[in-house]
């Protein structure tokens, strides 16, 4: 696995299939930050679903004691 961090981003990337492994290694989390109609529409398996402009005020939702990886429609 290759996480990868573009010039000015604050945040690392990891491709759909490094992002499978580590889901299915059970080592990571995926919130899902879209809207609803969005994720409505189709998400990860197992998402915990916090709209990006809800992240701070339920912050106490995410998991612990693993990586989280965001899911987005852009980045």
Do not use: C
């Amino acid at each position: 696995m290759v996480p990868r961090q573009e010039p000015g981003e604050p945040y690392w990337r990891v491709s759909i299939d490094e992002a499978k492994k580590l889901l299915d290694d059970g080592g990571a989390a995926v919130i899902d930050v879209r809207n609803n109609d969005e994720y409505t529409s189709g998400h990860v398996k197992g998402a915990l679903f916090i709209p990006v402009d809800q992240v701070l005020e339920r912050i106490n939702e995410l998991p612990k004691g693993r990586n989280s990886y965001s899911s987005a429609l852009s980045g």
